[in-house]
Structures are given as structure tokens and as C-alpha cells.
């Protein structure tokens, strides 16, 4: 119940519909605005509540407020700490806006982990593999307290993401 955010590692272009359709609520998802073109629609994108970052121009901060807003509006809010896709499917070290957006909104962070979806499709497939298993992997919320490191002064953001990427790799496929 309440904002969170779900934090989780980012293999294939179906991590995020994988991810959303694994949470009994409506979930908000943030996205690359590249993502808007004609080949996704972009009225598809709006109707679903993604919200657009422009990665390329530095800080996007309305794509910021529009997160911390959609939090205190007690959303779910899925983000891939490592930014984009892994090339090899292992897992990448992750950049520092996951971090931001915990520390700013001081909102819980659920770790997920996905096994067999850059199996299933990792980038630069054209088409997915059916048939592949893909598991994903929830833990309990982290804290604030478990994530944010207040007093790191300029890296404050950066060790946060590190702090809830390592809980991300402490998460093993079922047995």
C-alpha cells in the first residue's frame, strides 16, 4: 500500500511489462522520451501514465516533479537502476537516479530481480524466444533508512542506487 518505488535489473524490452503485470495495482512506469515515436504510439504511452525523461539534456526536471508527484499520490513507480538495457544480461552498475528519486521522496524501494528475460529477448533480438522461462523475484521493501546515506554529501544519490542495486543481486532465481 502507499507510493513506492519498484526497483529492478533491466535485460530485455519485456522487463517492464513482465514486471507491471506481476503487482495487483496500477503502476506507473518511467521511460526514455525517444520511446514516443511512431512506432510506439505515443497516445498508448500517455493513456498507461508513462512518464518521460529526456536522458540526453542533463536534468529533466519535469520529468522529476512528475515522479515525486505521482509518489505523494501514493503510485508505484517501476525504474531500472542501470538506465537501460544490459548488453550481456548480467547486471550493470547503476546510475544515480534511482537513488535520487528514494532519497528526495523518502518512499520504500521494493528490489525485484528478473532471471530468463534477456533469454526471452535480450537487446538487439528482433524477436522473443517463447518458451523461455522468466521468473521475477520481489524482496521486502527496503527503508529509507536501508538505502540512504544522508550525510555522503554529493554522492548521496549514487550510493543509494548502489546500496538498492546490491539488494537487487542478493536475489536468487526460486529453487
Request: aromatic share 10%; net charge positive.
Amino acid at each position: 500500500s502507499g507510493g513506492f518505488l519498484l526497483a529492478a535489473n533491466h535485460a530485455s524490452q519485456l522487463d517492464p511489462f513482465i514486471v507491471g503485470s506481476q503487482l495487483p495495482r496500477q503502476v506507473t512506469f518511467f521511460a526514455r522520451k525517444t520511446l514516443w515515436t511512431p512506432v510506439v504510439p505515443a497516445w498508448w504511452l500517455n493513456a498507461v501514465g508513462v512518464i518521460p525523461v529526456d536522458r540526453d539534456g542533463g536534468s529533466d526536471v519535469t520529468a522529476i516533479k512528475r515522479v515525486l508527484h505521482a509518489l505523494k499520490l501514493q503510485k508505484i513507480i517501476i525504474m531500472f537502476p542501470e538506465g537501460t538495457r544490459s548488453r550481456d544480461g548480467r547486471l550493470q552498475t547503476p546510475k544515480p537516479g534511482v537513488g535520487l528519486f528514494a532519497c528526495r521522496a523518502q518512499v520504500p524501494v521494493v528490489p525485484a530481480r528478473l532471471f530468463g528475460s534477456f533469454e526471452a529477448l535480450g537487446k538487439g533480438g528482433k524477436l522473443p524466444r517463447f518458451g523461455t522461462r522468466v521468473t521475477v523475484v520481489f524482496w521486502a521493501p527496503l527503508a529509507p533508512a536501508d538505502y540512504d546515506a544522508p550525510a555522503a554529501g554529493k554522492e548521496r544519490y549514487q550510493i543509494a542506487s548502489e546500496n538498492i542495486m546490491a539488494a537487487i543481486a542478493r536475489l536468487r532465481p526460486p529453487v
